[in-house]
């Protein structure tokens, strides 16, 4: 079986862990030559790196593995895949998306309303890059693409790079929900067989079938209803998680037709969650005192006990498995499902042709074959135009530099609405992003 070579970028993420793992469980169906993990920041690159030779010289010894932040290492011509999970100024930065809107009175998240257009207009310049220095190297090389927000980011690759068919963006959360789904009816959530139509952190599950062909959602729909909703790895997640798993019930209680994805809380009841949110303590001080702490912690332990024994940095193994077995998928044309980001094109026949949409399709060697959705009713086509608006607005804004884009994508978004909002807004987070963002004028 042939060999892959994999490039990294975001080596130093707190995810890493947990997709090394999952490549060391998944050497038999995903055999790697040799593994380049990449970062900009050489600490962090360096403890997950030295927890990375602990774990390959137990499980992987055959590989050949190496980390670096220097680019002529890490870009070269031979590779095959290149998983990207970077985030552009870091937690830090993170913290003030969610603190600054917060403190305004309006929802301050990593994806959604202004601190997902934050965090857009961030990524969009690093990501850019990313893939100019892939192709510099190389055509051939698929570009897997975390880095969020994805939505945004999956609008710009797309209208800077239209020719190039071997970016793919994707998202854990259809995959953490069917998880979830899974683990209530006591099933494994490979065999459901999806259909979800929307854009990214903003769709719905419409149908789950079974190998049967049975549609399972109806049943689930009254067991959400019955007895609420949890995440498939539960006792692991912290409380805002559990939170909002939660608030799925509230939303199929209100919108029967489908299963939402979770982050359609913020767009749906932004008052709500308002209320639960704490702009002194948000999501980001405690993934820094949670997961970060224990991720970083556990691998220099490993790294100087010279052992994994013991160790127990995995938190979520969706996220790193995904990855993975999309990537399978691709290399030997294996065309399974799952939900992807992917260009329109008619697939959802009443939305643009243009838009990102997030759909079920099969993944083969030549990229993903959507399955068509058809037209969808006015409630969801309402909220998807309004939302893939704001998202196409701030591609722009970014592109052309625009003060006057960024403003109507603000004020377009759901979480924010008032015009005089949206500018006050858009001022704090210009001054606290102006290393980051191109100037708006
Ligand atoms: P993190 O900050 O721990 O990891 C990101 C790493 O990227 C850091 O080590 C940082 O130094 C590095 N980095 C920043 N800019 C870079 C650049 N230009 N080139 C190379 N490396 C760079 O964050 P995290 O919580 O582990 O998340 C990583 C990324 O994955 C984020 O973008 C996050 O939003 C994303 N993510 C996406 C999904 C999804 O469903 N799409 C799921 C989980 C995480
Ligand atoms: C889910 C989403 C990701 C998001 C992550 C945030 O997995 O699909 O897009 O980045 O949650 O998780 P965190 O634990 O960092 O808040
Ligand atoms: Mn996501």
Redesign the pocket.
């Known amino acids: 079986m042939k060999k892959f070579n994999v490039l990294v970028v975001g080596g130093g993420s707190?995810w890493t862990p947990g997709l090394l793992k999952g490549m060391c469980s998944r050497k038999d169906s995903f055999p790697i030559n040799r593994l380049v993990m990449y970062d900009i920041d050489e600490g962090r690159q360096q403890t997950i790196g030295e927890f990375a030779r602990v774990l390959f010289h137990e499980d992987y010894p055959e590989m050949d593995f190496r980390y670096t932040t220097n680019k002529e290492e890490a870009f070269t011509e031979d590779i095959d895949f290149v998983f990207v999970q970077m985030r552009t100024g870091g937690f830090a930065m993170r913290e003030q998306d969610e603190k600054i809107p917060l403190n305004m009175g309006v929802i301050g998240q990593?994806?959604c309303g202004p601190g997902g257009f934050a965090y857009g207009m961030r990524s969009i310049r690093d990501m850019v890059e990313l893939v100019k220095d892939v192709r510099e190297k190389t055509q051939n090389a698929w570009i897997l693409n975390?880095t969020?927000p994805?939505a945004i980011v999956a609008v710009a690759l797309q209208q800077i790079f239209p020719e190039d068919n071997r970016i793919l963006n994707i998202?854990?959360?259809p995959e953490?929900l069917l998880r979830s789904y899974g683990r209530l009816l006591n099933r494994n959530e490979r065999e459901f067989d999806p259909v979800y139509f929307g854009l990214n952190?903003f769709g719905w599950f419409t149908h789950l079938y079974d190998q049967e062909g049975n549609d399972l959602l109806p049943e689930l729909r009254e067991m959400i209803l019955a007895g609420g909703f949890r995440p498939a790895d539960y006792e692991q997640r912290?409380q805002s998680?559990l939170d909002t798993y939660a608030m799925v019930e509230q939303m199929v209680r209100d919108f029967p037709d489908y299963l939402p994805n979770t982050y359609l809380q913020y767009y749906l009841y932004p008052d709500k969650v308002l209320n639960k949110l704490d702009p002194d303590y948000t999501?980001t001080n405690e993934?820094q005192s949670g997961?970060e702490k224990r991720v970083f912690e556990d691998c220099a332990r490993v790294a100087e006990a010279g052992t994994t024994e013991g160790s127990n940095v995995v938190a979520?193994d969706a996220?790193g498995e995904f990855i993975l077995i999309v990537a399978e998928s691709i290399a030997h044309n294996k065309g399974n499902n799952f939900v992807v980001i992917v260009r329109n094109d008619g697939i959802i026949s009443n939305l643009p042709d243009d838009a990102m949409v997030e759909v079920a399709a099969s993944l083969t060697a030549n990229g993903p074959r959507p399955y068509a959705v058809g037209d969808i009713p006015t409630f969801y086509k309402g909220l998807i135009e309004g939302q893939y608006a704001y998202e196409k607005l701030t591609a722009e804004a970014f592109m052309e530099g625009s003060y006057h884009k960024a403003l109507q994508a603000l004020t377009l978004n759901r979480t924010i609405v008032s015009a005089t909002k949206a500018r006050e807004v858009l001022d704090a987070l210009i001054e606290t992003n102006k290393d980051y963002w191109p100037e708006l004028t």
Do not use: G, L, S
């Open positions: 707190t990593e994806t975390y969020n994805a998202c854990d959360q953490n952190h912290d998680w999501r993934v997961r979520n996220h």
